[in-house]
């Protein structure tokens, strides 16, 4: 069962800046199984796209 997606940010990608939803774990924001980033760096975990940034202060939650 998928996560609900909860807020919205920019991730720095090398093919440039996009907007993704996201949810949140304990401590990650995970936009899908195999892409996640971590709540206190914004470094994204695992090993491919090692380079990719989440902005923390462009997170923003998902109005209802």
Partial sequence: MAKTK??????VRST???WV???MTPTTW??????????E?????GG???RARLLLDSIK???S
Avoid at 6 to 11: F, I, L, P, Q, Y
Avoid at 41 to 45: C, L, S
């Fill in 21 to 23: 939803k996201l949810s």
């Fill in 6 to 11: 909860t807020h919205t940010s920019v991730v």
């Fill in 30 to 39: 995970a936009v899908s199984s195999h892409e996640y980033y971590y709540r």
């Fill in 48 to 50: 491919m796209g090692g």
């Fill in 16 to 18: 440039g800046k996009c």
């Fill in 41 to 45: 760096t914004g470094i994204r975990g």
């Fill in 61 to 63: 939650p998902i109005k």
